[in-house]
């Protein structure tokens, strides 16, 4: 029996994933398996939960402290596991699919390769022009774009990447991104408008109207220049002490252990909090006044509530948010973090449009994959 196997390692690679899910079972394909690699294990759980989506394999890539080598060698060797476990429970992997530029996604792409199985890649085509930014990302996915079948490029500037890289156009469909499906999918729902938060902290904020800003870092690039850009919150909660700034870090420990023992704790308009469920995220999004971030999904879900987003990084492969006027990019450097915080305060029409998507990309994506799978 022909399967497309999904494999998923990461928050991101879910959230991306899950609108493409939940059109399948919309429209009655079921000639799907889910497999969470367990690149972020203890994270995606309760997001599995949160989706009611329950993987057909389950993985165990991560070991804490292993090197970026050491995690692609594990993550290959479990999927090529994988991949013959799948043929013994009588199915035949027709097409692998992984979504974005995470160690996950480099290594289905290889294991695909290796099996001569199918390869189609989701949110193809994003490019920095820098190998070291974001680091290894940038990487990951050049990797993947060249062993892939088919590219499910989220815009036009993805499609023009791949182009240049010579890819022949009808391996590509600009299909647009789906964290904007997964947005409508959960804002026009009953727990977006009721969402409690886990942090009562943060719920008083948001229940008081107040001014707030969220801040995430979580990138290796950022790691090294973490003080930079914890002196640039310390000096702009000082400085207005009105807004509240709601840092909620990321468990990696190269970030946690360095903002929970900075000055920022002392700060009475400073929360710093666990990372929050997706839900959650997205509700305090759309109170927020500014975004500081070194995120690309948090650039790509902004435009969708009108959030302007400092993006504390040197270079992004997402630039249709700073063209359309959503970003702005700072680096690490504390004195342009608080010069675009003071000065970049643009004004977003109610009606704008996210320039990542318009929602229903994962209809065509699901559409495309229903053919190839008939063609096979």
């Not at 390769?113 to 920095?128: M, P, V, W």
């Not at 409508?184 to 729902?189: A, G, K, P, T, Y």
């Not at 870090?249 to 997706?278: F, Q, R």
């Not at 009606?351 to 008939?374: C, M, Q, T, Y």
Request: with cysteine.
């Amino acid at each position: 029996m022909n399967k497309i196997v999904l494999i998923i390692g990461t928050r991101p690679e879910l959230i991306k994933t899950y609108p493409l899910i939940n059109q399948m079972e919309q429209s009655g394909f079921n000639d799907y398996l889910i497999v969470n690699s367990g690149q972020h294990k203890e994270m995606l759980i309760p997001f599995f939960d949160f989706f009611s989506i329950k993987p057909d394999y389950s993985l165990d890539i991560m070991t804490p402290g292993q090197t970026l080598a050491f995690s692609l060698a594990k993550a290959v060797n479990q999927l090529e596991s994988l991949i013959a476990t799948i043929h013994s429970d009588g199915y035949h992997p027709s097409i692998v699919m992984a979504q974005g530029d995470t160690t996950t996604v480099m290594a289905s792409a290889l294991v695909a390769f290796y099996n001569r199985i199918l390869f189609f890649h989701l949110e193809a085509g994003l490019r920095s022009g820098n190998l070291l930014h974001p680091f290894p990302e940038e990487l990951n996915r050049k990797v993947a774009s060249i062993t892939a079948d088919f590219h499910y490029a989220p815009t036009q500037q993805a499609v023009s990447n791949l182009i240049g890289e010579r890819v022949p156009y009808e391996k590509i469909m600009m299909a647009g991104n789906t964290v904007v499906d997964a947005i409508e999918l959960i804002r026009n729902s009953p727990k977006f408008q009721n969402v409690i938060f886990s942090n009562l902290k943060v719920q008083q904020v948001v229940d008081a109207g107040n001014r707030n800003v969220l801040i995430t870092c979580h990138r290796r690039e950022n790691h090294l220049h973490l003080q930079n850009i914890i002196t640039a919150v310390e000096q702009l909660a000082l400085s207005a002490t009105d807004i509240s700034f709601i840092w909620p870090v990321h468990a990696n420990p190269m970030v946690k252990d360095i903002v929970i023992t900075s000055g920022l704790m002392n700060l009475s308009n400073v929360i710093i909090c666990e990372p929050l469920s997706y839900i959650e995220l997205l509700k305090l999004m759309s109170t927020c006044t500014k975004i500081l971030t070194d995120s690309g999904g948090i650039q790509e879900e902004a435009p969708s509530f009108g959030v302007p987003v400092l993006v504390m990084r040197e270079t992004t492969e997402r630039p249709e948010a700073v063209e359309s006027g959503y970003a702005v990019l700072v680096g690490n450097d504390p004195a342009k973090i608080i010069a675009a915080f003071d000065n970049f305060n643009p004004v977003f029409k109610s009606n704008a449009i996210n320039p990542f998507g318009d929602g229903k990309a994962s209809e065509r994506i699901v559409r495309h994959l229903k053919n190839s799978l008939l063609t096979l």
